[in-house]
């Protein structure tokens, strides 16, 4: 009665169904640690050690060897119903479909098959060999498992990809700030450059309006004050100066007055270009 904590722990899905029937007989719910081949019952410890000593001869399996114990009845259950009609036990074996069936499957599928036999018929001459079919399926469960580790595994590195690209548009966000803020001042610098050569050019031309109108109104007043003085030098000297100063203004204003009104121009360039 060998029992290696590894089987115990590979059958324990079929064993914690059973349960100890004497105990079950006093009402009393107690998972079975034992079988008994030749009663055909299962017993917890305690009850076990009752049965041994009435029983002498009878050989009893623990949990380790539960390939030696009956099918549970939830095991039993799981391989008898049909996986189509839930409510159904499979009764037939249709050779033509190569399908189990159930009296509802033969009903809605099967009527016209010639090669439907009992499952009892069909079970005299075993095609498969179940420990063949036993290791393959042992063989798919570590594929799976091992498949289904590696999508774990990339699940992780799905998220932590995803963080480190999340990081990146921050630092890309973050220097377009930066890019954005460096090009702002830049070009509010060349908006007071121009600014004040606008200004520099326009108080020079009322500046020099200035000096003109005042050399031109001292002209003007000295002018009226020579007439009828018959000064005739002094008014030769006067109406060269007059004529000298509305030579320099009318070529200044002939120069100056042409140019163009200074308003400012901003054109924004809105091309980003994508990253
Ligand atoms: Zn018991
Ligand atoms: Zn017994
Ligand atoms: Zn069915
Ligand atoms: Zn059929």
Redesign the pocket.
């Known amino acids: 009665m060998a029992t290696s904590v590894d089987s115990v722990n590979d059958s324990s899905d079929y064993v914690k169904d059973y349960s100890c029937v004497a105990c079950e007989s006093k009402n009393i719910e107690l998972c079975a640690d034992f079988f ?4 055909l ?1 299962c017993f917890c410890q305690t009850c076990l050690y009752h ?1 041994d000593q009435m ?1 002498v001869n ?1 050989v ?1 399996y623990g949990r380790g060897e539960s390939n030696k114990w009956p099918l549970t009845k939830t095991t039993e259950d799981l391989l008898l119903k049909c996986d189509v009609h839930n409510s159904e036990t499979l009764k037939m074996f249709c050779q033509d479909h190569s399908q189990l069936c159930c009296s509802d499957c033969l009903l809605v599928n099967h009527r016209q098959c010639k090669n439907v036999a009992l499952i009892s018929e069909s079970a005299k001459n075993p095609s498969v060999d179940i420990q063949q079919l036993s290791n393959k399926i042992q063989i798919i469960l570590a594929d799976l498992n091992k498949f289904k580790r590696s999508q774990e595994a990339s699940i992780h590195f799905v998220e932590g990809s995803y963080s480190e690209k999340l990081q990146e548009i921050r630092e890309v966000r973050k220097k377009l700030n930066a890019d954005l803020d460096g090009l702002e001042n830049s070009t509010l610098k060349e908006l007071d450059t121009i600014r004040s050569t606008l200004q520099t050019s326009l108080k020079k031309d009322v500046d020099n309006c200035s000096r003109l109108k005042d050399e031109l109104q001292q002209l003007s007043e000295a002018v009226q004050g020579l007439c009828d003085k018959s000064k005739k030098d002094i008014e030769f000297i006067a109406s060269r100066k007059c004529l000298d100063k509305i030579l320099e203004s009318e070529s200044y204003l002939k120069e100056n007055s042409v140019k163009v009104q200074s308003s400012i121009i901003f054109k924004a360039n809105i091309d980003l270009t994508s990253t």
């Open positions: 008994c081949e030749t009663c019952k049965h029983f009878h009893t």
